[in-house]
DNA sequence: CTTGCAATATAAGCTACTCTGAATTTATAA
DNA sequence: TTATAAATTCAGAGTAGCTTATATTGCAAG
C-alpha cells in the first residue's frame, strides 16, 4: 500500500484532528468503509495500531501521533512545492528568454517588445543584448529560448529560422566625397579608404566576399569588432565603411553621418532567429516567434 | 494520480540522479515503461516538463529540480519517520507497564521480573507502586497495561483476571499472650485490642464483615489506611491485626511479629490483575499475564 | 549522410488495489 | 435494557498503473 499518497496523508490528518473516521470520510468524500480500510492498512504494513478504538471518540495512540505529526509535515511541505511550482510554471510558461546581439537595433526591439506586451499581456519578455558567439551559447545553454543573430548559422544543435534581410549601405562622414551621392556603384569604391570588421566576423567575411566578387581593392584603415567602434572611426573620417542602414539612423539625424545606397542587390545583411533543434515551445514563445515573424518590417528604403 | 506515492518520489529522485529513465527503473525494480508513464504523468498533472529528454543523458529542468527536492525532503521525513516508529515500536510492543499496590510484595514482584526477563529477555518491564485508586487510574487512563490489586473490583471499564488468594493471619507481637499460639480460633479474639484499616478500605470490610460474622466484639484502637503503619503499631503492641501472612516475612524473620493463623477458611485476601475491558495486549504483555496466571505459587503455609 | 546502438516513447492487455454499498458489530447515552 | 451513531466486515466493480512488445528518437562512428 502507499503509505504516503496524498488522500490518505489527508484522510488521517484529519481522522486523528476530528477524532473521527466517518467524519473524516465525509470531509474528503469518501465512504467511511474507506477509511476504515485505509487506517487498518496502515497499521498492517506498520505493525501497530494507531487508533485507540475500543472508545469514542477514539483517541491516538503514540504510534498514530508520530504518523499524524508525519502527514502534517508532508502535507505542508507539499503546499510549499504546489507554491513552488506555480511560480516557476508562471516564470518559465510565461517568459520568453530572448538573446540578440547588439546590433539587432534596440529601438525596434522596443517596438516589438511593446506589441507583445499587448497582445499577450500576462507574458514577460526577457531581452538580452550579447555579443554574437555568447547569444549562441546562451541558446545551447537554454539559457535563452531563443536567439538573434545577424549571418545565422545552422549546426547540430541549432535550428535557424530566416528572420529578415537588412539593407547594407556605405556609411560615410558627411564631408567625404561620396557623401553627396544617393547612389554608388560598386566599382567607384575602388581604393577608397575603409574601415571593416574583424576577420573572424560573418559580416566581415560577407563584404570582403562582394568587394572581392566586383573585384574592388579597398584601402582597409581600421577594424573593428563592433559597429559602434566602426561608426565613430567613420564620423571621425577614418574612411567609409558599409553597414545595415537601419542602425546608422541616429547618426544620420545627427548629421554625423550619412547613408548612400549601393547599387548591389546581393549585398545585404541576414537576420534570423536561432533555437536548439528540438526545443518545445510554450504557447507565449510561440506567441513571440508568430509576432516576430509575421511581420518582416518592410524594408525600409532608408534615403527615401 | 498519485503525486506522492512512496515508489514515485523515489524513482524520480533516482531518476534525476541518475539522469536516466533505464537505469532508475533498474535501480527500482520495475520496468522502463513504467517510468516514462510516471514522469510523463507527472507532467502531465504539473502541466510543466520535469525532464529535458532533447538531450542525453537528460536534463532537468526547474520545475523538476523542485520537484526533485520536494522528493528527497520527503524521503528523508520518512526514514525519520520510520525511524521514531521502530523506537515507538520497540518501546510500546515490547514493554509491559504495570501498577500496582504496595502491599503485593516487593520480593515476589522481583522474583517475577526476574523470570520475565528471563523468558522474554527482549521485552521491558516497567512496574510502578501505587496506591490502589490510583492503579485502578493508572489503568483507566492506559497508563498502565496492568494493575494489581487487592479486593479487585471490576467496572464498566475494568475487568478483573483473579490472580491469587492470600491466607490471613493474626499478627501480634511477639509479648502478646497470644503470640505462642500456631493457631487460634475466630471466637478467640473477642475483646482484643485492635488495629484496624480505615474504613473505606476493601480489606477493612472484609475483616470487618469477618468479626461480624463470627460475632467478635473486639476493642477498636487505631487505625491506618495502610499496612506499614499496621505492622508498626502491632509491633510497638499496641494491638493485634489480621493482614496477609505474606508481607509479614520481613518482621517475623526479625522477631518483631509473629503470625497466627486463624481457622476460618473464608478469611483470605483475593488478589486481581485488571484491566480495561476491551484493550487488546500485545505479545510482551500476554507473555506477562501468562507468567502471572501459570505460577499462582503455592500459598505458603507460612508457619511451616 | 547513413548505420547501429542505446535510450525513450507508445500501445494494448492484464493484474491487483482500493473504493462502494449493504449487512453486522460495537460503544455510548437515554 | 433499547436506540443511536460509529466503526467493521465482506463481496463485487472499476480502474490506475504495471508489463511486454514494438516504434521512435538521439547520438556517435563509419
Redesign the pocket.
Known amino acids: ?2 503509505l504516503m ?1 496524498y ?2 496523508l489527508k ?1 488521517f490528518r484529519d481522522v486523528t484532528q476530528m ?5 473524516a ?1 465525509a470531509a474528503n ?13 496502515l497499521e498492517r504494513a506498520f505493525g501497530i495500531g494507531l ?1 485507540d ?6 483517541t491516538v495512540t503514540a504510534a498514530g501521533r508520530l504518523y499524524a505529526d508525519f502527514c502534517r509535515d508532508v502535507l505542508r511541505r507539499r503546499d510549499e512545492f504546489l507554491v513552488e511550482l506555480e511560480q516557476v510554471k508562471q516564470h518559465s510558461l510565461g517568459t520568453v528568454r530572448v538573446a540578440s546581439i547588439y546590433s539587432v537595433g534596440l529601438s525596434e526591439m522596443v517596438e516589438i517588445e511593446q506589441e507583445f506586451a499587448r497582445r499577450v499581456p500576462s507574458a514577460c519578455l526577457e531581452v538580452e543584448y550579447l555579443r554574437p558567439e555568447r547569444v549562441y551559447a546562451a541558446v545551447l545553454a537554454d539559457e535563452a529560448d531563443l536567439g538573434l543573430v545577424s549571418y545565422p548559422e545552422p549546426s ?2 541549432i535550428t535557424v529560422i530566416p528572420w529578415r534581410k537588412e539593407e547594407m549601405v556605405l556609411a560615410a562622414s558627411p564631408y567625404h566625397p561620396l557623401a553627396g551621392r544617393a547612389q554608388v556603384a560598386p566599382e567607384e569604391l575602388k581604393g577608397v579608404e575603409f574601415i571593416g570588421f574583424d576577420r573572424e566576423l560573418p559580416i566581415a567575411r560577407e563584404v570582403n566576399r562582394f568587394l572581392k566578387d566586383h573585384n574592388i581593392e579597398v584601402n582597409h584603415t581600421l577594424h573593428f569588432d563592433n559597429l559602434q567602434m566602426i561608426k565613430e572611426a567613420v564620423a571621425h573620417r577614418a574612411g567609409v565603411s558599409i553597414m545595415p542602414a537601419r542602425i546608422m539612423f541616429e547618426e544620420m539625424a545627427q548629421g554625423r553621418l550619412v547613408a548612400i545606397a549601393i547599387d548591389a542587390p546581393e549585398l545585404y545583411r541576414p537576420l534570423g532567429i536561432i533555437h536548439r ?2 526545443k518545445r515551445f510554450h504557447q507565449v514563445a510561440q506567441a513571440f516567434i508568430a509576432l516576430l515573424c509575421e511581420s518582416p518590417k518592410p524594408e525600409l528604403g532608408l534615403i527615401s
Chains 1, 2 share one sequence.
Open positions: 500500500m502507499d499518497n488522500e490518505n484522510l477524532r473521527s473516521l466517518s467524519r470520510a468524500g469518501v465512504s467511511q468503509s474507506a477509511v476504515t480500510q485505509q487506517v487498518q492498512e487508533l478504538r475500543a472508545n469514542r471518540p477514539l547540430r544543435e533543434r528540438k
